[in-house]
């Protein structure tokens, strides 16, 4: 067996390593902050949008603005609020007139289905009175369409 610590690989990563002490690489490449000098200003770049007549779109974020809430106001919530309040109104008044409209227009087999209940035959009745309840929810269905 031949000695591999004074092989060609080992001295090829020393010398490429140059024996340099980690801090002192750490120190010399290490950015350093002077307190004194001013931060440079950004500009905006030129990929950043522009109004009609050309000219760059002015920032209307401010990063140190505190932020507000939205819904803090309460002038702005009553108009939304009865405006909500108004649409499910509406929306349950529709609902009212589909419902007594479809009853209207299917009363002759909903009488036959509480027929059917009150003085059916027992077979009927041990059957829930399926034959009519399926005719009257089946015209029921199709008006509310």
Same mark, same amino acid.
């Given at each position: 067996?031949?000695? /591999?610590?004074?092989? *060609? !690989?080992?001295?090829?990563?020393?010398?490429?390593?140059?024996?340099?002490?980690? @801090?002192?690489? #750490?120190? @010399?490449?290490?950015? %350093?902050?002077?307190?004194?000098?001013?931060?440079? @200003?950004?500009?905006?770049?030129?990929?950043?949008?522009?109004?009609?007549?050309?000219?760059?779109?002015?920032?209307?974020?401010?990063?140190?603005?505190?932020?507000?809430?939205? +819904?803090? @106001?309460?002038?702005?919530?009553?108009?939304?609020?009865?405006? *909500?309040? =108004?649409?499910?109104?509406?929306?349950?008044? %529709?609902?009212?007139?589909?419902?007594? *409209? !479809? #009853?209207?227009?299917?009363?002759?087999? &909903?009488?036959? #289905?509480? *027929?059917?209940?009150? &003085?059916?035959? =027992?077979?009927?009745?041990?059957?829930?009175?399926?034959?009519?309840?399926? /005719? +009257? =929810?089946?015209?029921?269905?199709?008006?509310?369409?």
């Amino acid at each position: 067996m031949t000695d /591999r610590s004074s092989g *060609t !690989a080992r001295e090829y990563v020393e010398s490429y390593v140059k024996e340099q002490d980690l @801090e002192n690489y #750490l120190s @010399e490449n290490q950015p %350093q902050y002077d307190p004194n000098k001013a931060t440079p @200003e950004v500009t905006p770049s030129p990929t950043s949008e522009k109004t009609s007549d050309g000219s760059p779109k002015p920032s209307t974020f401010n990063f140190h603005e505190r932020s507000k809430n939205p +819904f803090s @106001e309460e002038k702005t919530q009553e108009p939304q609020k009865q405006n *909500t309040m =108004w649409v499910v109104r509406d929306f349950l008044d %529709q609902k009212r007139e589909i419902h007594e *409209t !479809a #009853l209207d227009n299917c009363a002759d087999l &909903h009488s036959d #289905l509480l *027929t059917c209940f009150k &003085h059916g035959s =027992w077979w009927d009745k041990a059957k829930m009175c399926e034959h009519q309840k399926q /005719r +009257f =929810w089946k015209c029921y269905n199709k008006q509310k369409v």
